[in-house]
Structure formats: structure tokens, C-alpha cells
């Protein structure tokens, strides 16, 4: 069955396509392919542009600037929409977070396939900074022994290889997860309901490499998922991807220089270009229901694994984390208790944070999930 056929069965209530919905006017220009001939149609504003016909992108790169893209490729798609809800089901069990019953309780809504254009910035980024930190020493003998904090230069230098990915669109957020896979983006999103004691579940995208498994751009191995009508054009050219991916590498390697030291008084990053390459990659974006709530999940149909996604944290997860807090805390209490003469404060402390765990873990029990 195509996705565009399912994508409107059960369909979400809060979000409602934007695109049947907007009543602005867009001007549609075009221009023929300059290699098959086909007519290429597109939406003022784009201006990378690829033939659904033999594959050939056109960039427009400013007035009377039209060129062939000759670095082109295409992370090839290897899964469908069923296979590709299977991918997300699998991931939605996985872990200490996620509930194993989860897949089982959630209704996928949308499931849409979308090929989308990525520069790839192929570079290297190597920063020296220094700045100061801060320390603390104990000094003196004896009943004069006291800690004082004094201030030490340090320095250090970062260098990585980066294939750094840049959304060739203006607008990210036309669909859901797409600046995730950036390195060092917020990627997985762990939701905690009314939960405080937030520990972890999050992740952040790693580095990877998105031109390893890349195939010269084919439209035939589109057609073979029925995904080539589902190209998106894209907006930005070359020269501003490069530049972009420079600037969020300076930023990436400031926010790494400032974990290392208290203070940063100087931090110089060099941004190494080797090429840039325009990359398709195919994904499913997928929405699901639980509990009244949307969450998103972003499939990669070449790598087949899920590049970005929001999942409700697991009742026994939340129960696991109370209960090492609040009995981390009755061990404090008792052990005042134990090293105190017969005080009854520390014990009633350890009654009540102990009690509490116990409760929790039994009304955890009894919830529905
Ligand atoms: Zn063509």
C-alpha cells in the first residue's frame, strides 16, 4: 500500500498538514532538465532541483547560474513503510527507558517517505583553546588545615574529520527530526510525563559518517521503493552549506572547549574543506499515538535504523530511578543514625525515604502503562 493512501487514516487531531491547509500562493517556475529534456517544476525559492525522470540535479546558483550538480549521490533505500514500522517497534523496546510492551500499545498515524537533500561537508576542524580552571588544594597542619581554590592556566587542542551534514532547506521544520542527525544535536527524546528526577535517556547524534554506503544518485533504485516521487527539492546552494557547516563546527568545538575548563579566555578553530557532495537521503518519518500524546520517530530507510525519535519513559524506569534516590537517601539517614546515641530523628528520616521507595515501587506496580 503507497503512503499516501495511509497517511490520513486515524489521523492525528492536533496536526493537520500545512501544505493542503495553506492558502498562500507559491509561484511555480520551470525549467527543463538539462539532460533528459523533461520539464522540472519548482517552487520559487528552491534551487536545487532533481529530475524524478533520470535522476540529473540542477542547481540554480543566482541569476543565469544554472549548474549540474556532478556530486551527486544517493544512500540507496532498502525498506518500506511496514518494514520500516517494524525498525521503530523494535527501538521503541529497547533499553533501560523504554517499556518492552510499548510497541504493542502504540497506533502509528502518519507514515510518510521523503528523500531529502543533505550537503555534505567532507572536513576537518581543529581548535586550540585555553582558559583557566579552577582548583582546590588543602593547606595548613593539623587543627590550621582548610581548602582554598586558586586557578590554574590550561590548554588544550580538539581536531576531528568531520562529514558534517547540512539540511539543504531553509525551513527545518516543515517536517519533523531533520537538524537531529547533526553531530552533537539532541537526538533521542525521552518524555518523563509529570516525572522530576530526570536522569538520562537522552542521547546525542553522533558523528557519522552519511557518505559511507552512498551510491551515484540512481532513480531507478527509487523506483524500487516507489519513493521517487517523494524527492524534495532543495533550497540552499553549495557555497551556504559550506559555510553553515563552518559555523556550527566553530560552535561545536567552543561548546567542547568550555567543558574542559572553568573559564575559556581563547579558543581558534580552522575549518579544513576537502569537498562538498550532495546526498539524498531516504527516510520515513513516522508518527504515533500513546495516551493521547504524538511522538515522531525518524527511520533511515538506507542504514535501516532509527536516526531520531520520541518515546515515553517506562514506568519500572521511573520506579528504578525513585527508588535508588529516595534509598540512597535512608541510608544517609541511617547511617547518622547508627553513628549518632540513640538520636530517633536519623531513623524516622530512614523510615520515611525507605517506606516511600517501597510505596512507590508497589503503586508503580498496580498502574496501568
Ligand atoms: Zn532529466
Not at 517556475?29 to 520559487?44: D, Q, T, V
Not at 556532478?70 to 513503510?81: A, D, I, M, N, T
Not at 517523494?230 to 559555510?243: D, K, M, S, T
Request: proline share 4%.
Amino acid at each position: 500500500m503507497m503512503p499516501e493512501e495511509m497517511k490520513n487514516i486515524n489521523g492525528p487531531t492536533e496536526e493537520i498538514s500545512n501544505a493542503e491547509h495553506d492558502d498562500k500562493k507559491v509561484d511555480i517556475h520551470e525549467i527543463s532538465c538539462s539532460n533528459c529534456g523533461a520539464p522540472l517544476s519548482y517552487i520559487e525559492g528552491e534551487a536545487v532541483i532533481t529530475c524524478e525522470y533520470c535522476g540529473t540535479t540542477t542547481m540554480l546558483a543566482g541569476f543565469d547560474n544554472i549548474v549540474t550538480v556532478e556530486s551527486h549521490y544517493l544512500l540507496p533505500p532498502k525498506v518500506g513503510r511496514d518494514e520500516a514500522i517494524g525498525i521503530a517497534s523494535s527501538w521503541l523496546e529497547k533499553g533501560f527507558y523504554r517499556s518492552k510492551n510499548l510497541p504493542r500499545r502504540v497506533s502509528w498515524k502518519k507514515t510518510e517517505a521523503k528523500v531529502l537533500p543533505y550537503w555534505i561537508v567532507r572536513c576537518t576542524g581543529s581548535t586550540r583553546w585555553s582558559g583557566m580552571q579552577k582548583r582546590t588544594r588543602t593547606i595548613g597542619e593539623g587543627k590550621k588545615k582548610k581548602s582554598e581554590t586558586y586557578w590554574e592556566p590550561v590548554q588544550g587542542r580538539i581536531k576531528e574529520e568531520y562529514t558534517w551534514p547540512v539540511y539543504a532547506r531553509e525551513d527545518d521544520s516543515e517536517f519533523w527530526g531533520i537538524r537531529n542527525l547533526e553531530p552533537g544535536k539532541q537526538c533521542v527524546f525521552p518524555d518523563w510525563g509529570k516525572f522530576i528526577l530526570r536522569f538520562g535517556g537522552s542521547k546525542k547524534a553522533r558523528n557519522i559518517n552519511l557518505l559511507k554506503d552512498k551510491k551515484d544518485f540512481s532513480i531507478d533504485e527509487l523506483k524500487k521503493l516507489n519513493m521517487q516521487e517523494h524527492i524534495i527539492n532543495g533550497q540552499i546552494v553549495q557555497e551556504r552549506a559550506e559555510r553553515s557547516a563552518r559555523d556550527r563546527i566553530i560552535e561545536l568545538h567552543h561548546d567542547k572547549a568550555e567543558s574542559k575548563a572553568t573559564r575559556i579566555t581563547d579558543c581558534d578553530t580552522t575549518v579544513d574543506v576537502q569537498g562538498v557532495d550532495l546526498v539524498y537521503v531516504p527516510v520515513w518519518e513516522l508518527e504515533y499515538g500513546y495516551k493521547n500524546k504524538i511522538y515522531h520517530i525518524l527511520v533511515d530507510a538506507s542504514r535501516q535504523e532509527v536516526l531520531s525519535g520520541e518515546a515515553p519513559v517506562s514506568k519500572w524506569a521511573k520506579a528504578t530511578i525513585f527508588d535508588i534516590v529516595f534509598l540512597l537517601i535512608a541510608a544517609i539517614f541511617a547511617a547518622i543514625g547508627g553513628a549518632s546515641d540513640g538520636a530517633a530523628w536519623p531513623w524516622i528520616g530512614a523510615g520515611i525515604f525507605g517506606g516511600s521507595a517501597i510505596a512507590y515501587s508497589i503503586w508503580t506496580g498496580t498502574m496501568k502503562e
